[in-house]
């Protein structure tokens, strides 16, 4: 037993509540179990009770053990003088109250269901993808449509906390939080880093003078991210190189410090390309943020992210090594990814900041209308017969994997909380 299950044993009533008795067998009678208090204090605040004809109002605590109570010095803490009642799984010791009067006690463990008790092992102890895959689906569609909901808003408060941490960084300057985090999704996972980076080595101010130079901007881009250092044979690179060395002095430019990696990398998204398609967005926008927060529809936010790096890179993947003639356009599932994990959690973490309800419900408009993505989570989640429709379901389900089956959140999870609710249920009947 764990004190987090007996508090949720206790707020959703998964115990047999007919003729309660305390511990010095006083009839009980719940009127009310209490408000699940999240913060200090008392698990439960709220709370109404009968004790042998005399209705009690006030706060109640649980514990495992009833000594733990002294364990945790609740006896010197003014927070707890108005506790009604002490729910405890086993009564180890006697207590009192501030007054030398003994604590009303509630004994649980007798009045808890096996079946649950059992179910709730099985599923912290279950190795598999997810703990209860071999019940699913569990939900009915309209439950998985509403928890799917829920899930998906609680992902992007998570994201909206990571951007208002930069947006402190960046003195509450939204285009250069947006800046920081395109630059960031550019590098995917093995560069993310060292490309927001470079992101923050050079300020979209800079940017702005450079904007209609092409050749300018990548010089910035690839000189900051190290690339440019060496020895080269053909005019391009030469040309940036010029460039860089010229831009790295004017402006007292400190390049990263880790070159980006090239190795076991698609050609398509080596760091080369992405910088050179990282320009390109700059050159054929400006004030990008501030555009779409404008944009309603998704097809043009789509439109405008729809960048090919310059001609150089259609037969070049590397400095000096010539390739097939090849366009290096950023793709549609590309392109839906940065909607997906950069423009949507700004615009939505801006409609929160900013009171604006309009942007949050923008953004999850927006990823209603994107196909779901595709990776192994979800590929494994529908093998279980839970499936995403679209990017708001397949975030939530990513979401579902990540913060709460792999983390054994199931007390706190749709999908849990029935499968320990049946089993109750299952006793009482």
């Given at each position: 037993?764990?004190?987090?299950?007996?508090?949720?044993?206790?707020?959703?009533?998964?115990?047999?509540?007919?003729?309660?008795?305390?511990?010095?067998?006083?009839?009980?009678?719940?009127?009310?179990?209490?408000?699940?208090?999240?913060?200090?204090?008392?698990?439960?605040?709220?709370?109404?009770?009968?004790?042998?004809?005399?209705?009690?109002?006030?706060?109640?605590?649980?514990?495992?053990?009833?000594?733990?109570?002294?364990?945790?010095?609740?006896?010197?803490?003014?927070?707890?003088?108005?506790?009604?009642?002490?729910?405890?799984?086993?009564?180890?010791?006697?207590?009192?109250?501030?007054?030398g009067t003994a604590l009303p006690t509630l004994i649980l463990q007798p009045l808890v269901s096996k079946l649950l008790l059992q179910q709730y092992e099985w599923l912290m102890l279950s190795q598999d993808f997810v703990p209860c895959q071999k019940q699913l689906p569990v939900l009915s569609h309209l439950g998985w449509i509403g928890w799917?909901?829920?899930?998906?808003?609680?992902?992007?408060?998570?994201?909206?906390?990571?951007?208002?941490?930069?947006?402190?960084?960046?003195?509450?300057?939204?285009?250069?939080?947006?800046?920081?985090?395109?630059?960031?999704?550019?590098?995917?996972?093995?560069?993310?880093?060292?490309?927001?980076?470079?992101?923050?080595?050079?300020?979209?101010?800079?940017?702005?003078?450079?904007?209609?130079?092409?050749?300018?901007?990548?010089?910035?881009?690839?000189?900051?991210?190290?690339?440019?250092?060496?020895?080269?044979?053909?005019?391009?690179?030469?040309?940036?190189?010029?460039?860089?060395?010229?831009?790295?002095?004017?402006?007292?430019?400190?390049?990263?410090?880790?070159?980006?990696?090239?190795?076991?990398?698609?050609?398509?998204?080596?760091?080369?390309?992405?910088?050179?398609?990282?320009?390109?967005?700059?050159?054929?926008?400006?004030?990008?943020?501030?555009?779409?927060?404008?944009?309603?529809?998704?097809?043009?936010?789509?439109?405008?992210?729809?960048?090919?790096?310059?001609?150089?890179?259609?037969?070049?993947?590397?400095?000096?090594?010539?390739?097939?003639?090849?366009?290096?356009?950023?793709?549609?599932?590309?392109?839906?990814?940065?909607?997906?994990?950069?423009?949507?959690?700004?615009?939505?973490?801006?409609?929160?900041?900013?009171?604006?309800?309009?942007?949050?419900?923008?953004?999850?408009?927006?990823?209603?209308?994107?196909?779901?993505?595709?990776?192994?989570?979800?590929?494994?989640?529908?093998?279980?017969?839970?499936?995403?429709?679209?990017?708001?379901?397949?975030?939530?389900?990513?979401?579902?994997?990540?913060?709460?089956?792999?983390?054994?959140?199931?007390?706190?999870?749709a999908v849990g909380n029935i499968l320990l609710k049946s089993n109750y249920q299952q006793k009482v009947i």
């Open positions: 037993m764990t004190e987090r299950l007996l508090q949720f044993i206790w707020q959703f009533q998964y115990y047999n509540a007919s003729s309660l008795c305390t511990e010095h067998a006083e009839p009980l009678s719940i009127i009310q179990g209490g408000t699940f208090n999240t913060h200090q204090g008392p698990d439960f605040t709220n709370a109404r009770i009968i004790i042998d004809q005399t209705t009690w109002a006030g706060n109640i605590e649980l514990h495992v053990k009833a000594s733990d109570w002294n364990r945790h010095l609740h006896s010197e803490d003014p927070n707890y003088q108005n506790i009604i009642l002490h729910v405890v799984w086993e009564n180890d010791v006697e207590i009192m109250d501030a007054n799917k909901e829920r899930l998906a808003i609680e992902r992007l408060q998570h994201k909206s906390a990571h951007v208002n941490m930069l947006l402190q960084q960046a003195n509450n300057h939204w285009e250069e939080v947006l800046w920081w985090m395109l630059c960031r999704n550019y590098g995917i996972k093995v560069n993310s880093d060292i490309f927001e980076s470079v992101g923050k080595s050079i300020s979209i101010n800079i940017l702005a003078k450079h904007k209609n130079q092409i050749h300018q901007l990548e010089a910035l881009l690839l000189g900051q991210a190290g690339l440019l250092a060496g020895t080269f044979n053909k005019s391009y690179p030469l040309l940036l190189q010029r460039e860089y060395v010229f831009l790295q002095k004017k402006y007292l430019l400190q390049p990263v410090p880790v070159k980006p990696f090239f190795l076991r990398m698609r050609p398509a998204n080596f760091p080369t390309i992405r910088l050179a398609q990282l320009a390109m967005l700059v050159h054929q926008s400006s004030h990008l943020f501030s555009k779409i927060k404008e944009i309603e529809s998704l097809k043009n936010v789509l439109e405008l992210l729809n960048v090919t790096a310059n001609d150089y890179w259609h037969y070049h993947y590397k400095f000096d090594e010539e390739s097939d003639y090849k366009p290096k356009q950023l793709g549609v599932q590309t392109t839906a990814n940065i909607i997906i994990n950069t423009i949507v959690p700004v615009l939505f973490a801006y409609g929160k900041y900013a009171k604006e309800e309009i942007y949050i419900e923008k953004a999850l408009k927006w990823l209603e209308e994107l196909h779901a993505e595709k990776n192994t989570i979800i590929d494994t989640w529908k093998s279980f017969e839970v499936s995403a429709k679209n990017a708001l379901e397949s975030q939530a389900l990513i979401e579902l994997k990540n913060n709460f089956c792999n983390q054994k959140r199931c007390l706190e999870c």
